[in-house]
Structure formats: structure tokens, C-alpha cells
């Protein structure tokens, strides 16, 4: 009997399904510095692994936004991005040109940034599904919390229905409890329009 091993990821308000394997890292979250096309949902850029990767906030995206997590969201980045230039007018933290574009050096600093952001967001950093040269090698998406690992047999998940996002492919229920399966594809093709990976060398 196969065995499907899930990552159950907390957003606003749902839980979002996906295979254990399509997500990278989990870390926490880090401001995202705006890029000249960005938009509400698309907070910008984050630095991970020496690479510039685009930072998403699903709840954000036009149309049933929930304004609270928009706030608390928006509050978090422009406090983590103030706390990001504060660190270094004080020379504690470094900044680099690379490309043209500056790239910051953070110093771990944990019990800095703990007071300014919310300790429960996160970010799953999702592996590119996308063929072809369009769309970015990864991308992160903010997290209202720890994600949770889970392995079900495919008789656990239960479709439900269509979702209305169209970030979200479909409902389900695991368990009797309710879950969507985001539309990975989706989001990676409208990030393709917007700047991409930069390798910070």
C-alpha cells in the first residue's frame, strides 16, 4: 500500500497540503526587499542559501483577502526590514553590491529580531516544479506557523471541491479535517514575470 508523506503548512486561516518532497527547508521568517515590479502578495525577494529567492503571502493575493494576516504580515516585513537597515547604520551588519543590487550579510541576531517579529511566522521554501527555463529555482511562502509531517493512505484524503483562490487547486478533507492543495504551478508561473534567483557570490 503506498503511503503518501505530506507536509500539512498553516496559512490564514487554512491548512495547505503538499508533498513532503516539494519543500526544500522550513526557516524562519526574514523581511523581503521589494522588487520594482512587486505586488501586495508578492513581498519581494529573501535571502537563503547564498540565493535571492521571491517570498509570496498566499492570503494576500487579490480578492478574499484576509485583511488581519495582510497587517500582521505587512507589519512583520516593514519591522524586519527597519530592524535589517538599523543593524547596519550600527555596522552590524554588512552590505554588498553584488550585480548592481545590494545584498545584505545578516549576523544571527535571534533575540533581536524575536520582539519585532512574529515568532510564529515562517517560511516554506518550495523546490521549482516548473519546466523550462521560465519561473524561479525556489521560492518561499509565509507560514502562520510550524509546519506538520504526516504520512496517509490515499484512502485518508477525500476531495471536496474546487477551490475559489486560484492559488488553490482543490479542497480536501484528510481525516475529516479540512485542507487545500495550493496551485504550485500557478504561482511559480506568475512569479515568472517578475524577477527571478540571484546567486549571491
Known amino acids: 500500500m503506498e503511503i503518501l508523506r505530506c507536509l500539512l503548512l498553516?496559512?490564514?486561516?487554512?491548512?495547505?497540503?503538499?508533498?513532503?518532497?516539494?519543500?526544500?527547508?522550513?526557516?524562519?521568517?526574514?523581511?523581503?526587499?521589494?522588487?520594482?515590479?512587486?505586488?501586495?502578495?508578492?513581498?519581494?525577494?529573501?535571502?537563503?542559501?547564498?540565493?535571492?529567492?521571491?517570498?509570496v503571502c498566499l492570503e494576500m493575493y487579490p480578492g478574499k483577502t484576509d485583511e488581519r494576516s495582510a497587517n500582521q504580515t505587512n507589519q512583520a516585513n516593514q519591522a524586519s526590514q527597519k530592524n535589517q537597515a538599523n543593524q547596519v547604520s550600527k555596522g552590524k551588519m554588512s552590505e554588498k553590491s553584488v550585480n548592481g543590487k545590494k545584498v545584505h550579510e545578516r549576523q544571527t541576531?535571534?533575540?533581536?529580531?524575536?520582539?519585532i517579529v512574529k515568532p510564529t511566522l515562517h517560511v516554506a521554501v518550495f523546490n521549482r516544479m516548473l519546466e523550462g527555463d521560465s519561473g524561479p529555482?525556489?521560492?518561499?511562502?509565509?507560514?502562520?506557523?510550524l509546519p506538520m509531517m504526516h504520512r496517509y493512505k490515499h484512502s485518508d484524503v477525500v476531495f471536496v471541491g474546487k477551490?475559489?483562490?486560484?492559488?488553490?487547486?482543490?479542497?480536501?478533507?484528510?481525516?475529516?479535517?479540512?485542507?487545500?492543495i495550493p496551485n504550485i504551478l500557478w504561482i511559480e508561473e506568475k512569479l515568472s514575470h517578475f524577477q527571478g534567483t540571484?546567486?549571491?557570490r
Open 10 to 55: 498553516p496559512i490564514y486561516g487554512k491548512t495547505l497540503m503538499v508533498p513532503y518532497a516539494s519543500v526544500a527547508e522550513i526557516v524562519a521568517f526574514t523581511a523581503a526587499e521589494s522588487f520594482s515590479k512587486s505586488k501586495n502578495w508578492i513581498l519581494g525577494e529573501f535571502g537563503w542559501r547564498g540565493l535571492n529567492i521571491p517570498l
Open 109 to 115: 541576531n535571534e533575540q533581536a529580531l524575536s520582539f
Open 163 to 180: 477551490a475559489s483562490q486560484p492559488y488553490l487547486m482543490m479542497e480536501v478533507k484528510v481525516r475529516e479535517k479540512p485542507a487545500f
Open 137 to 145: 529555482d525556489f521560492m518561499g511562502v509565509v507560514l502562520q506557523g
Open 198 to 200: 540571484l546567486r549571491v
